[in-house]
């Protein structure tokens, strides 16, 4: 066993780009890539957001949402609006084609469950609890206090 296969850390890692890879082989026949389709899951689950709660929940600076934005939006896929009352606000909004999409991506989350492997819904949400506890322990770690 080589000394990656010890660390945290690299488990992580390992099972991040699996699990990114799988989304991709998923969502390619519809030219989505894995972050697009968290947009949508977010627009279809909660409906319109402004840029920065997008970039909030999905955890993305400005700098990597825009573009992916601009690519959403020459697909038809949402659609921008500046807030009437304050113009620097800019809303995102699913698009009809958008909710087409969310038929016919329905099988997406019970394929990606069956490929983990976890045996159940509560083997799911444990994993989950201990990787959002990890995600808020990284990130208040203070680097001078290591």
């Known amino acids: ?15 991040t780009r699996a699990t990114t890879r799988a989304y991709a082989e998923l969502l390619a026949p519809w030219g989505l890539t894995y972050p697009q389709y968290l947009v949508l899951v977010v627009l279809w689950s909660d409906g319109e957001q402004s840029v920065n709660e997008l970039g909030d929940l999905l955890q993305l600076d400005s700098g990597t949402l825009s573009p992916l934005l601009r690519r959403m939006e020459s697909k038809l896929l949402i659609e921008r609006k500046r807030v009437h009352s304050d113009q620097r606000i800019v809303t995102i909004a699913p698009t009809p084609r ?47 206090d290591a």
């Open 1 to 15: 066993m080589a000394i990656v296969d010890e660390m945290v850390c690299f488990s992580l890692y390992s099972a």
């Open 98 to 144: 958008a909710a087409e999409l969310r038929r016919e991506l329905g099988h997406i989350p019970s394929a990606i469950a069956h490929a983990t492997g976890l045996p159940d819904l509560e083997s799911a949400r444990e994993l989950i609890a201990t990787l959002q506890r990890l995600t808020t322990a990284m990130g208040e770690l203070n680097p001078k």
